[in-house]
C-alpha cells in the first residue's frame, strides 16, 4: 500500500514538474520573441552586411549556453535573451525590406508560423511513440537542406526557392515534434532555457520559410 502511494506521488510529482517545466519554457520561448523584436526595431537602419556579424554574435551565444546551463540558471537565461535580441538585429534588414515591399506576406507568415508551432507542437508534446528517430532524420535532413541552400546561390533551379522553403518546411515540422516531446519528458527545471532556445529557433526558420512562400517576389 505504501510503495503505491510512493509511486503515485512520485508520478504526480514528475507531472508537476513537466508542467512547470512547460510553462517556463513557453515563457521563455516569449520573451525570447519579444527580444528579437526589439532587436529587429533597432537594427531597422542597419546594411545587410552587419546581419552576418549578428548571427554569429547569435551562434557563439548559443554554444555558451550549453556550458553555463548547469552553472548559472542566470547566465543561461541572459544569453538566450541575447540570442533573440541578436537574431533580431541580423534580420533586421530583411524584415524591413519585406515590410515595405510586401507587409501582407510578413502577416500571414506570422500566423501561419503560429499555427505550425502550435499544431506540430500539440502533435509531439502529446504523441506516446518515441520521436528520436524522427529527430536524427531531420537533423540529417536539414544539413542536406543547407548544402540545397548553397547550391540555389550557384544554380537557378526553376521553382528552386519554393521547394526549398517547401523541404524546410518539413524538416522543421519533425524537429519542433521532438523538441515539444523532449519538452514533455523533461523535468530538468535548469533545461528550460535551452529547450526554449530550440524552440525559438524552430519558430523563426518556419516563420523565413512561410515568408518566402507567402512573398510575391517568390518564384
Known amino acids: 500500500m505504501s510503495e503505491s502511494f510512493s509511486v503515485g506521488a512520485a508520478t504526480a510529482a514528475s507531472r508537476d514538474r513537466s508542467r512547470t517545466l512547460f510553462g517556463q519554457t513557453m515563457w521563455y520561448v516569449a520573451v525570447a520573441a519579444g527580444f528579437f523584436a526589439l532587436g529587429s526595431y533597432l537594427g531597422r537602419h542597419l546594411s545587410h552586411g552587419w546581419a552576418f556579424v549578428w548571427f554569429i ?3 557563439a551565444c548559443l554554444i555558451g549556453m550549453n556550458f553555463t546551463v548547469r552553472r548559472s540558471g542566470a547566465l543561461t537565461t541572459g544569453l538566450l535573451l541575447a540570442v533573440g535580441l541578436a537574431l533580431g538585429l541580423a534580420m533586421a534588414p530583411t524584415i524591413v ?24 507542437g500539440s502533435v509531439g508534446y502529446a504523441t506516446r511513440r518515441d520521436l528520436s528517430a524522427v529527430g536524427r532524420v531531420s537533423f540529417l535532413a536539414l544539413i542536406a537542406l543547407i548544402i540545397f541552400g548553397i547550391v540555389l546561390i550557384f544554380i537557378r533551379i526553376p521553382h528552386g526557392e519554393l521547394v526549398y ?28 532555457p535551452l529547450l526554449a532556445a530550440s524552440i525559438f529557433i524552430d519558430a523563426l526558420n518556419v516563420f523565413l520559410f512561410f515568408l518566402r512562400i507567402f512573398s510575391r517576389g517568390g518564384d
Do not use: H, N
Open 57 to 59: 554574435v547569435a551562434f
Open 97 to 120: 525590406y519585406y515590410a515595405a515591399a510586401d507587409p501582407q506576406a510578413l502577416w500571414a507568415a506570422g500566423g501561419a508560423t503560429a499555427l505550425f508551432i502550435a499544431g506540430f
Open 165 to 192: 522553403s517547401v523541404l524546410g518546411l518539413l524538416v522543421f515540422a519533425g524537429l519542433t515534434m521532438f523538441d515539444f516531446q523532449r519538452l514533455r519528458r523533461s523535468t530538468d527545471l535548469e533545461s528550460a
